[in-house]
T-cell receptor, first 114, second 114 residues
């Protein structure tokens, strides 16, 4: 089983601060997705990256896929209380039949205090 | 909008009971998944199905079985519930076997086995 390790597991910051969450593996993934989960809800997709070195921006969130497609990062600029949630990275392997199967990291619980 | 619904938000069962968790999606998706989510462990795949009556084991299938008689419905069965199956159970669906496909999640069922 391919493993994805996220760090940090917990992050508590003040509104306006910047932060970065990391997702690392020894395995190569064909795609990397980031999801956010709020209490009482299922995870919701934020972004998918598929090319090594790819950078995608979603308002104050910047996602990067490592050149070797083994790692990814999520950077949030000027965090707001509405960014509070559990952030999950998920790697896709791309093989037939199991192509839609994802391997999830443990998650990073972010709390942004007003 | 894709909608994935789960039959119960909260469920309390006794050790040894047979438990059924139901999941329904309304977007004609090919793939459906069952995960369990535990603190510090992220989402772990129990079973998934890429077609009606087709199923594949995920990473932790022991103690569980699944049924997919209709495309829109995927059931998770605990034949004889045990306390170590107390967890949050999440169902998800995705459109096809594309390697970077989005998974859409239901709100989850929090199962407690006493």
């Amino acid at each position: 089983t391919q493993l994805l390790e996220q760090s940090p597991q917990f992050l508590s910051i003040q509104e306006g601060e910047n932060l970065t969450v990391y997702c690392n593996s020894s395995s190569v993934f064909s795609s990397l997705q980031w999801y956010r989960q709020e209490p009482g809800e299922g995870p919701v997709l934020l972004v998918t990256v598929v090319t090594g070195g790819e950078v995608k921006k979603l308002k104050r969130l910047t996602f990067q896929f490592g050149d070797a497609r083994k790692d990814s990062s999520l950077h949030i600029t000027a965090a707001q209380p509405g960014d509070t949630g559990l952030y999950l990275c998920a790697g896709g392997l791309g093989a037939e039949t199991s192509g839609s199967r994802l391997t999830f990291g443990e998650g990073t619980q972010l709390t942004v205090n007003p | 909008d894709v909608k994935v619904t789960q039959s119960s938000r909260y469920l309390v069962k006794r050790t040894g009971e047979k438990v059924f968790l139901e999941c329904v999606q309304d977007m004609d998706h090919e793939n459906m998944f069952w995960y369990r989510q535990d603190p510090g462990l992220g989402l772990r795949l129990i079973y998934f199905s890429y077609d009606v009556k087709m199923k594949e084991k995920g990473d932790i299938p022991e103690g569980y079985s699944v049924s997919r008689e209709k495309k829109e419905r995927f059931s998770l069965i605990l034949e004889s519930a045990s306390t170590n199956q107390t967890s949050m159970y999440l169902c998800a669906s995705s459109l096809d076997l594309a390697y970077a496909d989005t998974q859409y999640f239901g709100p989850g069922t929090r199962l407690t086995v006493l």
